[in-house]
């Protein structure tokens, strides 16, 4: 996939604790997405909540959502809303209110990021903990906007490894899995 910078897309506005320490970080990682012409859509009305937690805590989300009794990295939610099949991303969908007020904000879905186990896989990997966060990130991000690696054909792998390599990271978070 060739990668081509513009002028930056529309992204989505993070919602985020004021006093994390990844936030600045994670408002330049997304403006740097934005200038890349892979993720398409107007999210200049959306935004995208960014929510850290430890592992005991990252156990009970994945337990009571995924069924699953284990710790992981990251978890998406996305809206019931497939972004990618949504007709009003792709068109000139008009989010102004009737009454001509402020467009209200659509929120896409929360990507829960497990800090304890990024600490251990930026040791592991040897890069640093930002690193880490930023491609759980984007690993999770791309779920919001309905990719799904375990059902696809290769689409997210393909694309989370153009984003990782586009910003200068190293491998994807499914690269990194399947290769091990």
Do not use: W
């Amino acid at each position: 996939m060739q990668t081509r910078y513009t002028e930056s897309s529309p992204m989505p506005r993070l919602d985020i604790d004021e006093n994390s320490p990844y936030k600045n970080e994670l408002e330049k990682l997304l403006l740097e997405l934005g200038k890349l012409e892979l993720i398409k859509g107007d999210f200049s009305h959306c935004s995208l909540e960014v929510v850290f937690v430890d592992s005991k805590t990252m156990r009970e989300i994945n337990r009571t959502h995924r069924g699953r009794d284990s710790t992981t990295d990251v978890l998406s939610f996305p809206l019931e809303c497939d972004f990618m099949a949504c007709d009003f991303m792709d068109s000139d969908f008009d989010f102004s209110p009737l009454d001509g007020t402020t467009p209200f904000e659509r929120l896409l879905g929360s990507i829960v990021i497990n800090t304890e186990l990024a600490k251990t896989m930026s040791e592991s990997y040897n890069h640093t903990l930002i690193d880490e966060i930023s491609l759980l990130f984007i690993h999770g991000f791309l779920h919001i906007l309905g990719f799904d690696h375990e059902v696809d054909n290769g689409e997210q792998r393909a694309l989370e490894q153009c984003i990782v390599e586009s910003i200068g990271l190293k491998q994807s978070l499914i690269v990194r899995v399947q290769e091990s």
